[in-house]
């Protein structure tokens, strides 16, 4: 008889639902003056965990994307403080604004 392996009873079984837990508590425990930091923070680890040159957050308007919040490794360069990046990734714009298809690029090599 084969036995099924006993199930995972710690979080290291889930390494995305535990990284969310983590920056969510985080997050809500922040003031307002902190909350930039936090999510600066926040970002640098899921570079970390996910072992990926360079995260951040994005807001849209219109056909502008820019970047809000940004962590990359040092050897990444940074982007330009308030550069379109509809502009400069015509691709991935279209790709996941117009297609609604994911865009993942592990490492800034890839492109």
């Known amino acids: 008889m084969i036995k099924s392996p006993a ?6 079984c889930f390494p995305l639902e535990e990284l969310v837990t983590r920056i969510s508590a985080r997050i ?6 902190e909350l930039d930091d936090v ?19 994005l807001s849209v308007k219109g056909n502008t994307l820019v970047v809000t919040h940004g962590w990359q490794n040092a050897d990444v ?15 991935s714009w279209r790709r996941l604004f117009f297609d609604r298809e994911v865009v993942a690029i592990d490492k800034i090599d890839d492109l």
């Open 77 to 91: 360069p940074q982007l330009p403080e308030g550069q379109n990046l509809a502009d400069l990734y015509p691709w």
């Open 28 to 33: 809500v425990r922040s003031s307002s003056e």
């Open 7 to 12: 199930p995972c009873q710690d979080s290291s």
């Open 39 to 57: 999510i600066l923070q926040s970002l640098k680890e899921i570079v970390t965990v996910y072992n990926v040159d360079r995260c951040g957050l």
